[in-house]
């Protein structure tokens, strides 16, 4: 059984199909990539699977759950996490107290008046261990804003641990991270995804890193789904290239 | 030289973002501004524009460059910022009258990015990360510009558009000089002849661009990438 799967989802706007008929599978443990031209559908597609935008018609599935109907937070309390395109950290706050507040929204009772005192140090001790899993906790004490920008895409990362899900969703970690940076977030995304034995369905434009990260790779167009096969199949398919690809610089 | 910049300092939240940068343009072709994360290159930019609260001194064309923000425009810099900064709730063309000045010269715009001419009367925030990127270009380019600083126009745009973007700046830079901000470096070797690179708010480097790139040693150290 695959652990996420779509069965001819679609999201219509004023009748135009954004995401049109798409019928993807997710298999456990699989780092399926997702790649397409600007305005393909992809990110709409994550906001239906995560629930931000509610389906027009179709179906989403989690384990064989029917999760169509559900909110964000009841997916994300299933195991479906999400990071997105831009970056979304609380930037005055450390980076500490961002995982401790999505640690806390996770294991919940931050409004409990009388909780063990131990219940904060725990907090910490789960934040401090996403921390040092994707290699930022020599920066815990940092103003999140302080953090340079790919600082700040492994940081969102943390926040995803945090929340324990079995399913990532990741929308263009690279975006706008210097090329130096770059193998270094490849490494911990690497790392956080067999660790946990994740099954991970990423969008990204920077080929090389998709190209070694994904089992396969899922190309969209016009909002449905053009290919999905395994990467050395996709780069030979003549209308990926021409609607993706194109010429090299 | 068509811009010098002299000791430029940048001081943001009790930060020294810049110390003392210094360097210059030439009055043609592209200068790339590299670097890694957190190095300055932005910074360096909204200060050239104003944008930033900055010390130090720049000349542009000869002249003391100072004043807000839309003088310097008026004085002919271009800038176009990162992420697009497009008015999502205005319609392309609504987004395109907004940045006239003078006679711009849609003709050109259009000639460069045809599918703005189609979707004219469409939001700006319906658009696609690469057409809102061409658009966010076009504001800029209508317009007579004497230098254009250009932030990381391909973030986050698919291989074919990239190479598309890549294309228009060649062709306007053989008119107007740009300092390009961009981190992808088969762009930069593309398009740009020469190069500064930023190192911790300072520069680390200046000189030619293809020296840049094919020295290895010289890309891992001050770029992290190669070998």
Redesign the interface.
Known sequence: MPVLSTDALTWRVGGVPIVDNVTIELREGEFLGV??????GKTSLFNLLSGLRPATSGRVHLRGEDITKLSPHQRARRGLGRTF??SSVFGSLSVRDNVRLAVQARIGGSAQIWRRSTAYDEVVVKADACLATVGLLSRADAAA??L????KRTLEIALLLAAEPAVMLLD?PM???????VPGLVEVIRHVVAEGGRSVLMVE?H?DVILGLADRLAVMHHGALLACDTPGAVMADAEVQA??????? | MILDVAGLGVRL?G?DILHGVSFSVPPSGVTALV????AGKTTTLRALMGLSPYSGSASFDGSVLSGRPDQRVLAGIGYVP??RCVFAGLTVLENLRLAERGRPDHDLVYGLFPELRDRGEQKAGS?????QQMLSLARVLQNTNRLLLVD?PT??????????V?AVLERVAASVPILLVE?????V??LASSALVLSGGRVAWTGGADDLLDDADLTKSL???GH
Do not use: C, F, W
């Not at chain 1, 609607?243 to 610089?249: I, N, V």
């Open positions: 790649i397409g031209p600007n305005g393909a395109q831009s804003k302080a340079s920008h790919g600082e263009e975006a706008g991270v210097a090329s130096a940076d434009h080929m609607a993706y690809l194109g010429e090299p610089l | 939240s930060l670097g890694r994360n957190g990162e992420d658009l696609s990360g690469g057409q990381e973030k986050g745009l698919a291989p074919r558009v990239v190479t598309s890549a981190q992808n470096l088969a762009v070797r593309r770029l992290g990438v």
